[in-house]
């Protein structure tokens, strides 16, 4: 499979499009009206495709218009193409025109690993397809459909259900909780299919939504979850990792598996406990993993410490700061759950020097505070600016304002900034998301923004390595 690379080749999103000859004559006029309706950045990469018809079909079917027969070599080159998508700290958004739009379709019902879809006039009349999808839940929360107005008016009585079968498409995204739309473009099949194809990409590219967020110091298979690319509905919607919110088991489960996939991490069971706000940090290893809801008697802790390969630990947050920590030289990490009250008990220094005991060293220990509510939304009493002095014993003014109420807004992130820079880790190694969950509540629950009523977020880590029997 021949790649041709578009765009910025460093950018965090990838858009994967299966192509011909066709396709590639108006890449730049495609190219060029993404970038007319998104300010994102992306990297583009084309896949040649050698025999459109047998190369992109799910399975053998007979054939349609003209005399060549559809193949069954779809999975082929989606083995192919997930060979390409090893980057875990990438989104990777596969799409397509036609039969490749019906290819990035299926590969959404077989893989995790795409952030999202953008399907221009799919070829969603092909046999079989709608019976494939069945109940079945697609392995992304973002698909673009669009179609013709004049598609369903073909002479072909097999292509003339295409109408029909994308409007019920589009339904039963809906039904399963998928961000979803289907755009009606003017015209047949084949008027404008550059300038479809980007209004796709664009669509998907505007709407944003990847299951991860991570960090780009940490190597070690890790991440911070988004609501994204989950199963669960209503208040749920999508990606919640929370065991004790109400939401059904079977639901949170499979969300665990997306999320832990798109990380890197195969492994069924983790470290988690129950939180309590604290800065209790344990050492723990493979006799401290559980599947989720395998838990008949939670420990309580907020914070894990391990040298043991293939555990993942995993913290929960909403509004607090989950923080990861990784020895990589090593091989000793931490998963950290700050809230301020943890904090001004110095969690920070309780995992850095629970690290220590297992063979870390501080010169070579990464941090990365992960996604959190924002000075600009943390509102907090003067109790709270009193303790984070006590505990820095030294100026925090740069660290909080006064508001006219009296009440302060505290800049969390970067108290645990100063707390790990107190312990002993290099400035240089510790890195801020800088993204509020309370500005965010679309791609993040927050606590306080969703007043409870609420998903969770979790972050994960793991050392690469089987588990030590």
Not at 12 to 17: D, K
Not at 66 to 74: H, L, R, T, V
Not at 252 to 272: H, M, P
Not at 326 to 342: C, L
Request: charged share 25%; with cysteine; net charge negative.
């Amino acid at each position: 499979m021949k790649i041709e690379e578009y765009g910025n080749p460093s950018a965090e999103t990838v858009l994967i499009q299966p192509v011909d000859e066709h396709d590639l004559s108006g890449i730049k006029i495609e190219l060029e009206e993404i970038r007319n309706l998104t300010d994102t950045d992306f990297c583009l990469w084309a896949l040649r495709i050698e025999d459109w018809n047998r190369d992109l079909s799910p399975w053998k079917a007979p054939a349609v218009f003209g005399n060549e027969d559809f193949g069954s070599g779809a999975e082929e080159t989606l083995r192919e193409i997930l060979g390409l998508c090893d980057d875990r700290s990438r989104s990777y958004v596969i799409g397509g025109y036609s039969l490749a739009g019906l290819f990035a379709l299926w590969a959404a019902w077989q893989t995790v690993v795409f952030d999202a879809v953008a399907a221009a006039s799919p070829s969603v009349w092909f046999p079989g397809f709608a019976d494939y999808i069945g109940d079945r839940m697609p392995g992304c929360d973002r698909i673009y459909l669009s179609l013709g107005d004049k598609e369903e008016k073909a002479r072909n009585p097999v292509m003339a259900t295409v109408g029909d079968r994308i409007r019920e498409l589009y339904d039963d995204l809906g039904s399963k909780g998928t961000d979803r739309i289907l755009e009606w473009n003017p015209g047949n099949h084949f008027k404008d299919p550059a300038i479809r194809s980007a209004k796709a990409f664009a669509w998907v590219l505007n709407r944003g939504g990847s299951k991860r967020v991570a960090s780009k110091q940490i190597s070690f298979p890790h991440g911070f979850s988004t609501r994204y690319g989950g199963v669960s509905s209503g208040i749920f919607t999508s990606l919640n990792l929370g065991m004790n919110r109400g939401d059904d088991a079977e639901c949170v489960k499979e969300n665990y598996k997306r999320f832990f996939r798109a990380c890197g991490i195969e492994s069924e069971s983790f470290v988690c406990g129950r939180q309590v706000h604290g800065n209790n940090v344990m050492i723990v290893d493979e006799k401290a993993a559980k599947e989720p809801y395998g838990y008949k008697e939670l420990f309580e802790a907020d914070g894990y410490v391990t040298n043991t390969p293939g555990v993942p630990l995993v913290v929960f947050t909403a509004d607090c700061i989950p923080l990861l920590l990784a020895d990589e030289k090593n091989r000793v990490i931490a998963s950290v759950h700050s809230g301020w009250r943890g904090t001004v008990q110095d969690i920070e220094r309780q995992a850095v020097d629970k690290m220590q005991r297992l063979g870390a060293e501080k010169e070579y220990i990464k941090a990365c505070i992960g996604p959190a509510i924002g000075k600009c939304c943390f509102e907090v009493g003067g109790e709270v600016i009193e303790a984070i002095k006590d505990l820095l014993n030294e100026d925090a003014s740069d660290l909080y304002s006064v508001k006219e109420n009296g009440k302060y807004m505290l800049d969390l992130k970067n108290v645990v900034k100063r707390c790990l820079l107190r312990s002993g880790v290099k400035e240089e190694n510790i890195e801020i998301i800088d993204e509020c969950t309370m500005c965010m509540p679309q791609k993040y629950w927050s606590h306080r923004y969703n007043g409870g009523e609420r998903g969770s977020q979790a972050a994960v880590i793991m050392i690469p390595g089987e588990k030590t029997r």
